[in-house]
């Protein structure tokens, strides 16, 4: 076959044997390229780097559901973590090959190295997949030299400092011209010839048995077809495939390799992890910039200005078409000054920093993030191969009408609706099996036990998960409830057992939530560390009020938890006694856990019917009966002698006159300055309003103003970090209201404890003169002074002049 090569088109030069057409992977300009090649040499057969496993796949790539970006996810059977992904985008040069065999009724079949040996190799490190197929990217593997980047060498060779603008400037930018469709791949070949020739494997010995395989599958190929065969992979490997070998040699580079059993399908891939940036080793800067070159029609510069121009102004930013044309302009003329023959993405970035940016790289980031990077997320046919629990998620994702996307966005949901109680029980359920599409976030609205917040984002490696969790059923109900079953037995703490009942009612598992019970009945009675129970109470309570909303009974779990409380009242005081310091802060934070706790026991138990016998009744007096103990006890530290005051006041249970007793005595001379500091952290710190209590309360303030005057200097620098932690945790409002009343200084009986008429820079009673000034606003703001026509407004009008001006000096109050 000298001369010309069967299936060329006439007149057209093709080299002899195989059309090797050596590519970067994700290049649309090696994407074009091939498809011009193809078009000119019209092979019986197209051979793609790939694994051979994913043969019968190849069929589905001409299905309309099918939108890159996508790729093949091969995994091991037995063990779905263990797994590889081919990614392809639609500007890739192997999907564009593939298409084009579609398209014309030709075989397409892949030639790399068997998923069944890949898989077997050993293992990356823990949760990292293995992403296969880089033909000129370098990639490191753990243990392994850094591979040489073919394109980076290349770049440096010719002058280029940059790998990506050499790209641009030789690939992306070249024209094709009529009859010259194989020059492209004949000349990089020459160049990775001389640099396999410098570099050999480029420090990935892998290639070698790699290479074996192709060769061997390439000379199947041509007896088959008779030579007429078209070869689509990475430049790397077009020396390796030119070379002259013996069967009998590759045969023995491919004997004795281990083998797993695998399977293989087709997953949703998006441009995000086609980056560099995702550690996928042959990835790109840039797949939305190259998405765009591959699909652009025409003008491409003038195209991508109107994007940058169309979401910038979804931003709020103003840009407008003057913007655009001058852009493009800028872009063309900062390409002519550095010699390039187009605009590329460097000169495009330029020139949006200068005129839509302002010079500013905020909203640059977002160009960046958003179109340079891009989110798209592909899709594939509901025909490809999966397994149960992959369809099953599925069907679900389509009758909740929640749809995976690549960007993140917040899912608000209101449990009473039938749908989004069916969205939060399926993200729930999903939480539990390890697959984290959606995350709980605060609410910005309600904070009601019927509403949630999510933040949801999905990631291809979001199909792994599903594949592992597989193993647990078929269903996302029946695998959840296993998988709940099984991390019950298997839960190590009392806490974890707990936290797991709590995720149960969220995710709506009648069937595992009693073994998760009858668990936590066996634990709780064998936990004799208060630590312990004090930890698991707060999970187990918020359980009894998400299954309220959700219209679970929770009679069983009532009784659970008013036990537990109980014998955390008995075991706290003795646990409390002799702490050190990082111990008494911790026991410190299980009483705020359990006050908590006891707080929503006693609302569940007053909001019970009456009649009913709820194990929960006056466990808010028990409660209060413990803290009053706590307070006694010298033998308890400070810091939860101080909290256990605070309560019993925020609660009504101690008055405002023996809080202050307390206080004075533990501040008095005959208290260690260490101590003191302790109780005051646990009275006022800890994020619990305590400053504003200090701000209203001037005894308070007095007291510590005059403990803390008087705390000796050698003792200051001990007290010193208690007390900068303690104030520090206060808003910068609070702290500058502290300071300013301490600043006034002494009040009319000499000090800020004597002070009586109120706290210090204020007076007893209200100062009738300045409250009035605001009077005016005030009618102005609720529309007193207005004169209207309308019959309904004059009476609602009269209704609200029944506030005269003292009532609204009062409301001022």
């Known amino acids: 076959m000298s001369g010309y090569a069967a299936g060329s088109e006439a007149g057209v030069r093709r080299p002899p044997g195989p059309l090797l057409l050596g590519v970067r992977h994700h290049g649309p300009g090696s994407a074009r390229a091939v498809r011009a090649a193809l078009d000119a040499a019209r092979p019986r057969v197209v051979l793609l780097e790939g694994p051979p496993e994913a043969d019968a796949l190849i069929a589905l790539a001409a299905d309309e559901d099918m939108r890159p970006p996508v790729a093949l996810l091969a995994h091991v059977v037995d063990e779905p973590g263990r797994s590889a992904f081919w990614p392809l985008a639609e500007f890739s040069p192997e999907w564009v090959a593939i298409r084009w065999a579609l398209e014309h009724e030709v075989p397409a079949r892949f030639i790399d190295l068997p998923a069944t040996h890949t898989l077997a190799r050993e293992k990356r490190e823990e949760g990292e997949g293995v992403e296969e197929g880089e033909p000129d990217g370098a990639r490191s593997e753990p243990g392994r030299a850094v591979r040489v980047d073919p394109l980076a060498v290349l770049a440096e060779t010719a002058g280029y400092d940059d790998p990506e603008r050499w790209w641009e400037d030789v690939i992306e930018h070249r024209g094709a011209r009529e009859g010259d469709a194989f020059a492209p791949f004949e000349v990089l070949g020459e160049a990775m010839e001389a640099l396999r020739e410098v570099y050999g494997t480029g420090g990935h010995d892998r290639d070698l048995v790699r290479e074996a395989y192709m060769r061997l599958q390439v000379r199947a190929a041509q007896r088959e077809f008779e030579d007429d065969v078209a070869v689509v992979c990475g430049a790397w490997h077009v020396p390796a495939l030119r070379q002259r070998t013996t069967v009998a040699a590759d045969r023995a580079l491919l004997k004795g390799l281990p083998k797993v059993k695998a399977d ?329 856990a359990v006050h908590g706790a006891v707080g929503l026991l006693a609302e569940g138990a007053e909001g019970a019917e009456e009649g009913t016998d709820d194990s929960r009744a006056g466990i808010r007096g028990r409660w209060h009966s413990v803290l009053g103990t706590l307070c006694a006890r010298d033998t308890v530290p400070g810091v939860v002698r101080g909290r256990a005051v605070r309560l019993l006041l925020d609660d009504g249970e101690l008055g405002q006159e023996e809080a202050a007793r307390l206080m004075g005595l533990v501040l008095s001379p005959g208290t260690a300055p260490g101590d003191a500091a302790a109780w005051i952290e646990g009275f006022v710190g800890g994020g619990s309003g305590g400053g504003m209590l200090l701000v209203h309360d001037e005894r308070l303030l007095g007291l510590v103003d005059s403990w803390l005057t008087g705390v000796p200097g050698d003792a200051f620098t001990d007290v010193l970090p208690l007390l900068r932690r303690t104030f520090s945790e206060y808003e910068p409002g609070v702290r500058r209201t502290l300071g300013e009343l301490v600043r006034r200084g002494p009040g009319p009986r000499g000090g800020v404890a004597d002070t009586v008429a109120g706290t210090p820079g204020f007076g007893p009673d209200l100062d009738e003169a300045r409250a009035g000034a605001v009077l005016p606003v005030l009618r102005l703001l609720l529309g007193l002074d207005e004169v209207d026509g309308d019959v309904s407004d004059r009476a609602d009008r009269s209704d609200r002049s029944d506030l005269g001006d003292n009532d609204l000096v009062e409301a001022g109050r």
Do not use: N
């Open 264 to 592: 293989m399908t087709w997953v949703p891939w998006t441009h995000r992890r086609l980056s560099r940036r995702s550690g996928y080793g042959a990835g790109i800067d840039s797949p939305g910039w190259y998405g765009h070159l591959f699909t652009a029609a025409d003008r491409p510069i003038e195209r991508w200005m109107t994007k940058v121009a169309r979401l910038l102004r979804d931003e709020d930013q103003p840009v407008s078409p003057a913007h655009v044309i001058e852009a493009v302009r800028l872009a063309d003329t900062l390409a002519a000054m550095r010699g390039r023959p187009l605009p590329g993405l460097t000169e495009t970035t330029d020139a949006v920093r200068a005129v839509m940016c302002e010079g500013s790289d905020a909203p640059l980031a977002l160009v960046h993030d958003r179109l340079v990077v891009g989110d798209v997320l592909g899709e594939v046919p509901a025909t490809a191969p999966a397994v149960p629990l992959q369809r099953d998620l599925a069907r679900l994702q389509r009758r909740l009408r929640l749809k995976p996307e690549a960007q993140d966005r917040e899912l608000e949901l209101d449990l009473r609706k039938e749908t989004d109680g069916g969205r939060s029980r399926l993200l729930h359920r999903l939480r539990l099996l390890g697959v984290g599409w959606g995350e709980p976030v605060a609410s910005r609205g309600s904070t009601g036990t019927f509403r949630e917040t999510w933040r949801l984002h999905w990631e291809p490696e979001l199909a792994v998960r599903v594949a592992e969790a597989g193993v647990w059923g078929t269903t996302v109900i029946a695998a959840a409830t296993a998988k709940a079953e099984t991390d019950a037995v298997g839960a190590r703490s009392l806490a974890e057992v707990t936290g797991l009942a709590e995720r149960c009612l969220l995710a709506e598992l009648p069937d595992a939530l009693p073994v998760v019970m009858r668990i936590l009945a066996d634990r709780a009675a064998l936990d004799a560390d208060v630590g312990h129970l004090a930890q698991a109470l707060p999970a187990l309570v918020r359980s009894l009020r998400y299954g309220d909303v959700r219209g679970t009974g929770t009679q069983a779990l009532a009784e659970v938890a008013a036990g537990l409380a109980e014998r955390v009242f008995v075991g706290l005081p003795p646990a409390c006694a002799a702490l050190d310091a990082d111990a008494a802060e911790e026991m410190r934070g299980h009483v705020d």
